[in-house]
């Protein structure tokens, strides 16, 4: 089986600033977050997880898996979309024509990125090459994949396992340690 989870909140998800690949700790509602997953799906076995190197993924997955035994694996491939100038920035949805907000409303048109940022075709590409060389072949030789992530990270991997188009690529509607079965 083939397993993906959000990190917990941190404090810059409570003031709605965008993230990005800036490195944000858990606050104390993310670690009781994911501290009342494990205890929600401690039924569910895995045999390893991968986790994006941010801390917030990092902690999350730590937490969740707590006296489990069960291998913490980072992979720079599962960090989080960059979004450039627009990282730190406010209530980017208040601000008038800001430019990153077209991915948020419109992903299809989100064909070049904002400064600093990375496209969707690049977070496509870097996610897919992790599923193809890491995790789809671990869940082949039946092991159980745990992934956990970000937002748009496990939004790219969700689209693609389900083969959703672009403009439905927010359609999961990722919430912080939701567990979600792909395969």
């Known amino acids: 089986m083939l397993y993906i989870m959000r990190h917990g909140t941190t404090d810059w998800n409570a003031l709605h600033k965008l993230q990005g690949k800036t490195d944000i700790t858990l606050n104390d509602d993310g670690r009781k977050l994911a501290a ?16 994006s190197p941010l801390v917030r993924a990092m902690e999350t997955a730590e937490i969740f898996l ?90 790219a991997i969700i689209s693609r396992m389900r083969n959703y188009s672009r403009a439905d690529f927010w359609k999961a509607g990722i919430e912080a340690c939701k567990l979600t079965r792909l395969l």
């Open 66 to 155: 707590k006296d489990r035994n069960i291998p913490i694996l980072p992979d720079d491939r599962l960090k989080e979309m960059g979004f450039g100038i627009y990282e730190g920035v406010e209530n980017s949805f208040d601000i008038p024509d800001c430019p990153i907000n077209v991915l948020f409303y419109h992903p299809e048109e989100y064909t070049v990125p904002v400064e600093g940022g990375e496209s969707l075709d690049e977070l496509f590409s870097r996610t897919g090459s992790f599923l193809d060389e890491v995790a789809i072949p671990k869940v082949k030789d039946g092991q159980n994949v745990l992934i956990v992530g970000h937002g748009a990270m496990n939004s």
């Open 36 to 51: 009342q997953a494990r205890e929600k799906y401690s039924d569910v076995s895995f045999d390893v997880c991968f986790c």
